[in-house]
């Protein structure tokens, strides 16, 4: 039993009526496929006048902890006031005496709040990003509270930056203009500004982040999660620069359509290394670096660039264990529960001996950090390495993530812009081999579970008599056979059944109970 404190009252905003209670209750594990990187959620307080980026750096943070596996979301005040109050006037919105625009902005702040608690309690988030200036004492101390009666862990990210103009609420208004106003709004939030003191708020976890990176300042980090967002503030930058994606030439088992391996490039495979090397020669970068994986084809694709390159063996393809140099076709030929439990969950499984999706983006995380460091690099890599890398860049989930298309012979060009990245697709005119595979549909995945049903049962003949006593219609619904054996006969071989089987073997068994 543990006491839990928390704000009660869904008709009072926390920002106008703080109330607290106390009551009891029993804490029950919650099964998730979402891996717990900390036991009590974590709020990230943003702090810092308007345009010190910290939007920016909630976007970029927020996709960083969901691309390693942290489920994150920005709560972003501004954006709730845009929704209370369509049409933004002027400055004097924000002025501290403007009691009606005062307690719209607290009303929003509430929501957003409420918004958090659901996130958290609900929806199975860690972390929670609360995307507002937090300028004054009062309004630190009403959010610290709020986290700290629900039981979630605080950390605040204190930013001293220079100014970087480009509000949404300016969308539409005359640039020297907008900048006028701008300016008058940063003067209004400037007059009740208390910033993080060192000694006032000691107690606190916080990192301050000054001129752009040039100085930090950390206090107090409290678990794991907190020691992983300031590794990752510490070591990005806003810098102007480009990073250019691309898998290596195509090679001799791309031609062959078999997986993995450590072959060379095919004929093909090599026009495309040096189609390579006159489109990056006249892209003109400054200061271009080249990283490799220590495969053959990626060596020998950079090779005829002429420029010194790094190899990583971070950046080798994903490892298909006993799968390694076959086809698909004989993949599911000799392992067909294995081919169809892939095809169920392509990111989370395994191949035997080998590597999933989420285990590569776990080697990949050094690399994105030095990526985040550099200026312009030239990535030469492969199929599944260049997937999770634009997964990060682009912020795409992990059921996407190993069905992006990342063709041979295609260069694309990621520019970091304010929200985002933007992406340029180059395609050098040189063919090859289309080794993408689409993500298979319900029927597809149907049939390929359906395949093992011949070698199960000849394998196990007497479990098949003893199904058929309690199952007469069993060889007629085939895939609750396949299920059932699954499940508690060949347990030993440790195959996991996904919630998609379960449940297809509930609908199968009612239809045989109902016939």
């Excluded at 005062?102 to 990003?129: H, N, P, W």
């Excluded at 070591?235 to 691309?246: A, D, G, M, W």
């Excluded at 391996?261 to 090397?277: C, F, H, V, W």
């Excluded at 969950?345 to 983006?361: I, N, T």
């Amino acid at each position: 039993m543990k006491v839990v404190k928390c704000y009660i009252s869904s008709d009072h905003l926390p920002f106008e009526n703080w109330h607290t209670h106390t009551h009891t209750h029993t804490h029950h594990k919650k099964c998730s496929s979402v891996p717990q990187f900390c036991n009590s959620p974590t709020m990230l307080v943003m702090v810092g006048l308007p345009a010190r980026g910290k939007t920016y750096i909630s976007k970029k943070l927020t996709r960083y902890l969901n691309w390693i596996g942290v489920p994150t979301k920005v709560f972003n005040v501004g954006q709730y006031r845009r929704q209370a109050v369509t049409t933004y006037k002027n400055f004097e919105f924000f002025k501290p005496d403007n009691e009606e625009a005062m307690k719209i902005r607290k009303a929003c702040a509430s929501a957003a709040l409420k918004d958090v608690a659901t996130y958290f309690s609900k929806e199975q988030g860690q972390v929670a990003v609360f995307d507002a200036t937090n300028t004054t004492r009062e309004r630190r101390a009403i959010i610290l509270s709020f986290a700290n009666e629900r039981g979630y862990k605080s950390f605040v990210d204190f930013l001293s930056q220079q100014v970087k103009f480009g509000s949404p609420d300016y969308a539409d208004r005359d640039c020297e203009e907008a900048m006028v106003d701008f300016i008058q709004r940063i003067d209004c939030y400037r007059a009740s500004y208390m910033p993080i003191d060192d000694e006032k708020d000691r107690n606190l976890s916080y990192i301050k982040i000054f001129d752009v990176g040039s100085r930090y300042l950390v206090n107090r980090v409290q678990d794991h999660i907190q020691s992983r967002i300031v590794y990752y503030l510490m070591n990005i930058h806003v810098t102007p620069r480009s990073i250019y994606l691309s898998r290596h030439g195509e090679s001799e088992l791309n031609l062959l359509g078999r997986i993995g391996g450590d072959s060379g490039l095919s004929p093909r495979g090599q026009k495309y290394a040096n189609a390579l090397a006159t489109f990056i020669t006249n892209q003109n970068i400054n200061d271009l670096k080249v990283w490799t994986s220590h495969m053959k084809r990626t060596i020998q694709t950079a090779e005829t660039l002429a420029v010194p390159y790094e190899q990583w063996k971070a950046l080798n393809e994903i490892d298909a264990g006993v799968c390694e140099e076959m086809t698909y076709e004989e993949i599911q030929e000799h392992f067909p529960e294995e081919f169809a439990l892939r095809d169920q969950d392509k990111y989370r499984y395994r191949y035997p001996k080998g590597e999933s999706y989420e285990d590569l983006v776990q080697r990949l995380e050094p690399v994105i950090m030095e990526l985040e460091r550099q200026e312009n690099v030239l990535v030469v890599c492969h199929q599944a390495v260049m997937r999770c890398l634009l997964a990060y860049f682009l912020d795409k989930p992990a059921g996407e993530l190993p069905y992006l298309r990342c063709p041979l012979h295609t260069v694309l060009k990621l520019t970091p812009v304010a929200y985002g990245c933007k992406v340029e697709s180059f395609y050098l005119n040189v063919e090859a081999v289309n080794t993408h595979r689409d993500r298979p549909g319900v029927s597809e995945q149907l049939l390929s579970l359906s395949d093992p049903l011949t070698r199960i049962q000849s394998t196990y003949p007497s479990s098949l008599m003893h199904l058929q006593r309690y199952f007469p219609h069993i060889r007629t619904y085939a895939k609750t056979f396949i299920f059932i054996v699954y499940g508690h006969i060949i347990k030993k071989e440790s195959h996991k059944i996904s919630k998609a089987h379960i449940l297809l073997f509930v609908f199968d068994r009612a239809k045989c109970l109902s016939s």
